[in-house]
């Protein structure tokens, strides 16, 4: 195996090093709610299946002496199925908020670094839905769409599933810190080395053709290099302003095709029209308050995964720029918002994040939480399945996500599963002490930006109207 792949990346060991500050823990926690409770025996099979087809999920973390790498994954001898898949029930009477209140200690507990990090609990006895898987996982394991890439390949798409087989189980090679050290960094400066030697001459070829556009290159790239790193010391919400270990989870369900019709009629994209229902719906939670702003400070991630990536893994870099909440017509909005999405995918330095971690990494952490602590929000969308899946035997009806705050005072993230948009909440308390009124102000931008669509699809006649609802169905699941 590749040495580099034995080892955290640097941006991983950046978001590792962060973790000092436990406000910046990068906890992944996702609910499946099912249709009914499946199979335990097939459940495990189909878990330990995955830790196969994903050997990751059997390594822990060895850090490597006095920092000379990063830590490595080492195939755990002591690894324990029955540790990592537990099931419990809930007490009666049960209701979907317990499920959310156990999803919300998940979201708070750190994980044994002793052990690989992740974990899943089946709950049974919820009221109204059935049954629930909780997975939880740090990030370094997966990113969203990785994670979504992971549960393709094990889940089935009806209730009997098909058998794949049964992988071999992985074989670590005998540890050997000295040798991963070494290789790493041969394999490291080998890879400078390579990129020096291939990038010369086409850059001194294009310096002599046209020097002026060398400069400005240049110096466009030095510009985003700052943008990318620079820290960022003051909110620029003037409501959610403190950090703190408290988390509260909500939920939201948005019709995914009325979505993207909202989209389409602005001549923007899904992710566009999502970070617009956020931006409205923080700019409303800020009037409620009594506060008005012009920009909100989003971190929102940019992957960087390729068809040769491997399962699992995180390939994301974290882009924090200012989004527009200042303007009242909504399709004007969602074209700003896209504007300043589509300036940072463009900027030159997010293919460099990873050296950019690396410089980081060499500063101490203490130093370097003011990347993150002083970003507003999270938002983060990530496609799913549009056919219903199963797991042993069980459907799942709903698929919501609560990715980390890293620092900031709300993580809001969207998975779209068979038709349904799944929108989890995770938000800091100090931040935002009333959820429940955060999540209405939510509501009500998806709501606005919904009828953006209906508007622009409505011809004359009562004939082509929608018969349905402009409002989002988020009632049925949601924060107590």
Not at 151 to 177: C, I, K, M, N, V
Not at 218 to 238: C, D, H, N, Q
Not at 255 to 264: I, T, V
Not at 450 to 458: D, I, K, P
Request: proline share 8%.
């Amino acid at each position: 195996m590749d040495s580099r792949e034995i080892h955290m990346s640097q941006s991983d060991l950046f978001s590792w090093n962060m973790e000092r500050d436990p406000v910046l823990r990068s906890t992944i926690v996702s609910a499946l709610i099912l249709d009914s409770e499946p199979d335990w025996d097939r459940l495990l099979q189909t878990m330990d299946r995955g830790t196969r087809v994903v050997p990751r999920l059997r390594h822990r973390l060895i850090a490597a002496p006095l920092g000379l790498a990063p830590p490595r994954w080492v195939l755990d001898p002591d690894f324990d199925l029955s540790w990592h898949v537990r099931r419990s029930a809930l007490p009666e009477p049960a209701s979907p908020a317990e499920v959310l209140e156990f999803v919300r200690t998940e979201a708070m507990t750190g994980f044994d670094p002793a052990r690989p990090l992740w974990r899943s609990t089946l709950l049974s006895g919820s009221a109204g839905a059935g049954c629930a898987l909780v997975l939880t996982v740090h990030h370094s394991l997966t990113d969203g769409i990785g994670g979504i890439q992971i549960a393709t390949a094990l889940l089935d798409f009806d209730r009997a599933g098909t058998d794949r087989g049964h992988p071999s189980e992985p074989r670590g090679d005998p540890e050997s810190a000295l040798r991963d050290i070494v290789s790493w960094n041969v394999a490291v400066g080998s890879d400078l080395v390579v990129s020096g030697v291939r990038s010369t001459p086409p850059t001194i070829r294009r310096a002599l053709a046209d020097p002026a556009r060398a400069v400005r290159e240049g110096t466009a790239l030095a510009g985003s290099l700052v943008r990318l790193a620079r820290p960022i010391t003051t909110t620029l919400s003037p409501v959610m302003t403190r950090r703190s270990l408290g988390r509260r989870v909500a939920v939201l369900d948005v019709p995914l095709e009325r979505l993207r019709g909202a989209a389409r009629a602005a001549g923007c994209t899904l992710n566009d029209a999502f970070l617009t229902a956020v931006a409205i719906g923080l700019r409303t939670y800020h009037r409620h308050h009594g506060a008005k702003l012009d920009q909100l400070r989003v971190t929102m991630p940019i992957s960087l995964r390729t068809p040769d990536d491997p399962l699992g893994g995180n390939r994301i870099t974290l882009a924090r720029f200012a989004l527009p909440v200042d303007l009242d017509e909504t399709g004007e909005l969602m074209r700003a918002v896209d504007a300043a999405v589509a300036a940072w995918r463009r900027e030159p330095a997010i293919p460099l994040s990873g050296a950019v971690a690396a410089v980081l990494n060499r500063l101490p952490a203490r130093l370097l939480t003011g990347l993150l602590k002083h970003v507003d929000f999270v938002a983060s969308n990530v496609p799913g399945s549009p056919v219903p899946l199963y797991i042993a035997g069980a459907r799942i009806d709903r698929m919501y996500s609560f990715g980390p705050t890293i620092g900031t005072a709300v993580n809001v993230t969207l998975t779209s599963h068979a038709g349904i948009c799944y929108v989890g909440i995770n938000a800091d308390t100090a931040a935002v002490p009333d959820t429940d009124t955060l999540t209405e102000c939510l509501a009500t931008g998806f709501a606005t930006v919904l009828e953006l669509g209906t508007e622009r699809a409505a011809v004359p006649g009562p004939e082509s109207r929608e018969d349905v609802d402009s409002q989002p169905s988020y009632p049925a699941f949601r924060h107590r």
